[in-house]
Nanobody
Framework: QVQLVESGGGLVQPGGSLRLSCAASGSIFRIYVMAWYRQAPGKQRELVAGITNGGSTNYADSVKGRFTISRDNAESTVYLQMNGLKPEDTAVYYC?????????WGQGTQVTVSS
């Protein structure tokens, strides 16, 4: 069973940047399409960005041009560079496979955008 550990969240002012990391146990990571999801209080979990094992990416319209997803298959890690953060980006961020979350969800990492 693959375990996912997210990190890199924090409190940042509007317009600021953060880089999230998701480390996955096991070399099987490299065959999957990986994605970042987020869940804000009182809202459903939503897809933020995804990346294939070949590096093709997809983004939610709300983050296009501001967020960049990448992955390091050798390190079994997927990243999310977030620039131009807005208060509406405040959420707990998780990683998992796409389009279906096949792995047990990790604990996530909290991102709070506030002045």
């Amino acid at each position: 069973q693959v375990q996912l550990v997210e990190s890199g969240g924090g409190l940042v002012q509007p317009g600021g940047s953060l880089r999230l990391s998701c480390a996955a146990s096991g070399s099987i990571f490299r065959i999957y399409v990986m994605a970042w999801y987020r869940q804000a209080p009182g809202k459903q979990r939503e897809l933020v960005a995804g990346i294939t094992n070949g590096g093709s990416t997809n983004y939610a319209d709300s983050v296009k041009g501001r967020f960049t997803i990448s992955r390091d298959n050798a390190e079994s890690t997927v990243y999310l560079q977030m620039n131009g953060l807005k208060p509406e980006d405040t959420a707990v961020y998780y990683c998992n496979t796409q389009p279906v979350a096949l792995f047990t969800w990790g604990q996530g990492t909290q991102v709070t955008v506030s002045s």
